[in-house]
């Protein structure tokens, strides 16, 4: 069955008009919704004290929304209708972390002490003794209203600022961190040394520290020992004989007529005993040229060789090998070596003390 053909129509233009208002209906009341609620002085205060309570608590993400839907809000004072102090919250609506909120507390602590102070009014809209707004004052507000509408979108902070009160911004976070760290050391210190019971003995107590304690006290007490060991073995060394090419020979050592034949083998047998044997070598060696110089056999000559004397003395002398020997000892040993070995200066002593004896003999 066929419906009748002009209510059909009637209801189709019922249905477009509708189609039409809506939209144009949302369209109106568009701005409405996004200009925000207007509240009164006290309830803007109590949203203020709010988004304190919860930066004080640690919840800056709730402090964060709250602060954005408090900044699209408006406050109605008297006939005016005003925007909230965005100085204070639109740093914390743009905050994008727990540091960048807390820095924004002490100047919201002071607004709402400032509200509080003024009955819920505003301090920059407070009014004159007649009990309406001072014009002085709506005029500046206005004006910080009017820096919104600024291109950037930025609010700038009044040109009287206190030195001490961005000092105090500035550290806040440092004071912070450092309680925090002072909290923390109080604490460790109360885990490591527990308080110790009324009758708790010696014993007791040790077995009670903690194992951090207990490990700290080994860690010092193996320091503490590889130190002393340290310590006795440089005094040791410093106990051995110094070798005998620590203290450089004297330059009269040099010169074999600067000691008698006795006085060269006693100077032999000290240097024997002080460790400097390779000394000692040369000491038996001038001790035999000295014999021969003051026997008459060679004659000294500054300047001349060892071997230039040995190639002085005549061929058919009974000890003349011995001497080569000795000779060529002493020329291994002081010019070829750095150390001599006890082998080498009892070589050495061997044939100086039979060369002295077969010189006396002769004499």
């Known amino acids: 069955m066929k419906g009748n053909p002009r209510t059909n129509r009637d209801e189709h233009g019922l249905a477009r008009t509708v189609r039409i208002l809506v939209p144009a209906l949302a369209l ?51 006939k005016e209708s005003l925007q909230p102090d965005l100085s204070v919250l639109q740093p914390l609506a743009d905050a994008e972390g727990a540091d960048d909120a807390r820095t924004v507390s002490p100047r919201l602590a002071r607004l709402v002490t400032a509200l509080a102070a ?12 007649d009990g309406r707004p001072d014009p002085k004052l709506l005029e500046e507000a206005r004006a910080r209203e ?38 923390r050391l109080k604490t460790w210190l109360r ?48 106990g051995k004989p110094a070798p005998e090419e620590a203290a450089p020979p004297p330059a009269a050592d040099e010169d074999p007529l ?9 100077y032999a047998g000290e240097l024997a005993a002080a460790g400097r044997r390779r000394e000692a070598v040369r000491a038996w060696y001038h001790a035999v040229l000295v014999s021969l110089f003051r026997s008459g056999v060679l004659h000294y000559r500054k300047g001349r060789t060892n071997w230039e004397y040995v190639a002085a003395l005549a061929a058919g002398l009974a000890w003349r090998s011995r001497f080569v020997d000795l000779t060529r000892c002493f020329e291994r040993e002081w010019y070829g070596r750095d150390h001599s070995t006890p082998e080498a200066l009892d070589e050495a002593a061997e044939l100086a003390g039979s060369l002295l004896g077969a010189l006396r003999e002769a004499a």
């Not at 003024?118 to 301090?123: F, I, K, S, V, Y």
């Open 28 to 78: 109106l009341l568009f701005p409405v919704v996004l200009a925000g609620a207007t509240l009164s002085p006290v309830a803007y205060r109590e949203r203020l004290a709010a988004i304190d309570g919860s930066l004080r608590a640690g919840d800056w993400v709730s402090a964060r929304d709250a602060a954005r839907r408090l900044s699209a809000d408006r406050i109605a004072f008297g």
């Open 118 to 129: 003024q009955d819920g009014r505003p301090p920059q809209l407070r009014n004159d003794q």
């Open 146 to 183: 009017a820096l919104t509408a600024l291109p950037h979108g930025k609010i700038t902070p009044d040109d009287q600022v206190n030195v001490l009160d961005v000092l105090s911004e500035v550290l806040d976070p440092v004071r912070r961190w450092f309680d925090d760290l002072w909290e």
């Open 191 to 238: 885990q490591l040394f527990p308080e110790a019971k009324p009758n708790q003995g010696l014993l007791d107590r040790l077995l009670n520290l903690p194992t951090t304690v207990i490990l700290l006290v080994v860690a010092l007490a193996v320091v503490a020992g590889w130190l002393a060991v340290r310590v006795l073995r440089q005094r040791r060394r410093r």
């Open 258 to 266: 600067s000691r008698e034949v006795n006085e060269w083998e006693r």
